[in-house]
Every structure is written in C-alpha cells, then in structure tokens.
C-alpha cells in the first residue's frame, strides 16, 4: 500500500490514523453484509454495499480490490448473486481486504 495517496488525499496523519481506524471498523461489516445479501439472494443489497466498499476503496488504491467491486457494481439486476463467479469473487475480495486491514494495522503501530 502506498500511503502517498491518502497523504495527498487528507494531508495529516492525525487523520489517515482516523481514516484507517474507520476502514479496519467498518470495511469487514460491509463484506459481511454482502455475504448475507448473497445468502438471502439480495441484489439490491450486495450491489448497495458494493458500491459503498468502492466508493471506499477507490481512495486507496490497489487496483485488485477495484476490479472486483466494478464487476459487482456492472452486474445485471436480473443476476443471481448465488452465482458461482460472484462467490468466487467475493472469497478474493475477503482475502484482499484482509490484507489491506492488516498492512493498515502494521502502519497503525508504526505511526
């Protein structure tokens, strides 16, 4: 993760720490939210917390995460989200942000 960006963004470590506290707290509940709209068969709720882990991510970056979210957000509303290509997507999505979680909690305990 290069952090240049979010230096740019916010300008203030005060608030990159701020913003990488909400994004550790709030980013897993999103993922799990379109877990369970997947589940229920949801659309209009995977593709609503799609968009807003999008909005998120597009702020940090890594072009993987993108990628997947403008898939999500391109899918057809007549899709199943059961699909077999959209679970697969989402487990890589799981572990990608995962990933960020922890590259941003190792920054947390540096700064």
Known sequence: ?????????????VLIRKF?????LHTPEM??????????????????????????VSYLGPSDLLD?????NCLDPSTS?????IRKKMCTLELELQDLIEEFMVHLKKS
């Open 1 to 13: 993760m290069n952090f240049s960006q979010l230096n740019e963004l916010l300008g203030s470590p």
């Open 20 to 24: 990488i506290k909400k994004f550790i």
């Open 31 to 56: 993922a799990n939210k379109m877990k369970d709209a997947i589940e229920r068969n949801d659309f209009d709720q995977f593709i609503l917390n799609a968009h807003s882990l999008k909005s998120l």
């Open 68 to 72: 997947i979210l403008s898939f999500f």
């Open 81 to 85: 989200v059961r699909n077999v290509e």
